[in-house]
């Protein structure tokens, strides 16, 4: 049976109660500690091409997201198993390093790629 008519929800205050309620809807850039570091990727993921026939037309273009440490072979792994995670704690280890390593080491997306290792 589908929803056969939308209620937008109310959130209401009252000072005589010690509960809250956290009220939220998906993974922003701005929930929580945990998060997408990039500046250049800003959540949206990107898998390694290490295509270089093209000579080397940037590290966002041919090492996308790969080092980031929530990087997965089919996508984010802050949208997907730190969610499922219930948003667990123990991904708060690794705040620093929710970026690609090329840009953890300073390198813009379209510079010309010379380092080999930022994999």
Do not use: H
């Amino acid at each position: 049976m589908g929803m056969e008519r939308y209620e937008k929800p109310v959130v209401l205050d009252n000072e005589e109660l010690a509960e809250g309620v956290y009220a939220s809807s998906g993974v922003s850039s701005d929930s929580g500690t945990v998060k997408c570091e990039s500046v250049y990727m800003n959540w949206v993921w990107q898998a390694a091409t290490y295509d270089w026939s093209n000579g080397t037309p940037g590290y966002k273009y041919n090492y996308g997201c790969l080092g980031c440490r929530a990087y997965r072979s089919n996508g984010c792994g802050l949208l997907t198993d730190y969610v499922e995670s219930g948003y667990a704690s123990s991904y708060e280890s690794d705040i620093g390093y929710y970026q690609p390593t090329w840009e953890r080491k300073g390198y813009g997306p379209d510079d010309p790629v010379t380092d080999f290792d930022c994999g």
